[in-house]
């Protein structure tokens, strides 16, 4: 049976964490720069429109729950 050893190099300064940063920090704007606006804009609005999807259940009782409680509230002043 053999064994495997892994050994990695771990490194604490400050100037390592600052250059990984900016490592992550270039890929970032590499992306968003090379990524297409118009794909971005679809994706965005098919998100908005699943997100009001997924609210709408939770919405509609809150919604008729006010609107009872509205008529509640009138029938009792009158």
């Not at 490194?11 to 704007?29: C, D, I, N, V, W």
């Not at 997924?54 to 509609?60: E, L, Q």
Request: charged residues 20%; hydrophobic residues 55%.
């Amino acid at each position: 049976m053999h064994t495997i050893k892994i050994r990695r190099t771990i490194t604490t300064s400050k100037r390592a964490k600052h250059s990984e940063r900016r490592r992550f920090l270039r890929f970032a704007q590499n992306f968003f720069a090379e990524e297409n606006h118009l794909e971005f804009a679809v994706e965005a609005v098919l998100f908005g429109l699943l997100l009001a999807i997924s609210a709408w259940p939770i919405v509609a009782p809150i919604v008729a729950a006010v609107s009872t409680i509205n008529e509640f509230l009138r029938a009792g002043a009158v």
